[in-house]
């Protein structure tokens, strides 16, 4: 009874006699937001399946001692193992390219030592020639002076006229004092290796010496013929660098650069181990040294060169004379000089064995035998 009331109170009728109570079952009414769309696509899901881990491949290596011994096993996973294969590659390739390289740098080496070797021996060789052919050069040119020297005793004997040389020998045993024999000082710049240019310029001086002297002496040979048919008296002997009667400019050098004997010759000397580009001319310490023509002082005071004390003198056309060794210089740098002026002292500083004058005369830079013109 309280039953019904209830319901009525709800406004729910109650049900009617013999009409027994069941429980219904309501379908949950779909959410709107679940109803497919007009394309017919399925809701989608509210929530995402989890994703599954993927396996990681792991390999076994198995160490199986020959003794029967406990099995040992080591598991690598697959990422490692690769990481590891690939480190091995590049690590071969850099070996295989360094021991290549190395291989390589080691022949090229060898091939370079080997031809730098070879060079050395072949100019070694070439030296030692070089060496030997500038001694035979310088002995050739000893005999032309003791062949010389014959010729000049000869005359004087014969009271034949002196030998109209032209200049094309180096001086040795010249002078223009009567001092021979009686000072020996040498010098000049340091030692110089003779050159293949030197030793050519010392043969071209031996050739022409040696044509000088044939000459020379089938002259002399037809004044004796003469003085035996005629019976004649000997000539007047000229002094070495006289200048009587000589038309020849003084801005050319000419004479003799200061009074003395020549000690040492112009080119090869000293056994042909040295080129010497001047002659020395030896005397007493102090012994005035003049200019040979007129010009500019260029230079005048110390030298380290070997020459010393040294005055050079530019006399235009290209010509310049250089005087080595002094033991005082009296002129300088930009001073106009005239042809017999006293210009320095004879000593013995620099390179040099003794009291002496070394003279060179250069022609457009180039040095010439200076015998030519005293």
Known sequence: MAKKEEQEQNGTPAPKAGVTDKTMVMAPVADPSDAPDSKGDAPAAKEEKPKTKKKQTI???????????????????????????????????????????????????????????????????????????????????????????????????????????????DGSGLTNDGTSGKHDGQGGPYVQQPSLDNVSEALDNVEKDIEKRRASLLELQEQLKAQQESLGTPGMVSLPGSLVGSTVSVTTPTGWPARGEVSSPYGLRWNGSDFHPGIDIANDMGTPIVATADGTVTTAGWNAGGYGN??????????????????????????????????????????STGPHVHYEVRVNGQTVNPVSYL
């Open 59 to 169: 390999y076994t290596i198995k160490l199986i001692p020959d003794d029967n011994g406990d099995t040992k096993s080591i598991r690598l996973p697959a990422r490692v193992l690769k990481f590891g294969i690939a480190s091995v590659a590049a690590g071969a390739l850099l070996f295989v390219g360094a021991f290549s390289y190395s291989v390589y740098s080691t022949f090229a080496n060898q091939n370079g030592a080997s031809e730098i070797r070879e060079l050395r021996e072949v100019n070694n060789i070439q030296q030692e020639q070089l060496l030997q052919l500038s001694k035979k050069a310088n002995a050739l040119q000893d005999e032309i002076d003791q062949l010389t020297q014959l010729e000049s005793d000869l005359r004087r004997m014969s009271g034949a006229g002196p030998a109209q040389d032209d200049g094309s020998g």
């Open 310 to 351: 040294m005055v050079d003198i530019d006399h235009g056309n290209g010509i310049m004379t250089r005087y080595g060794h002094a033991m005082q210089v009296v002129v300088s740098a930009g001073q106009h000089v005239r042809r017999g002026q006293i210009i320095a002292y004879m000593g013995s500083t620099g390179f």
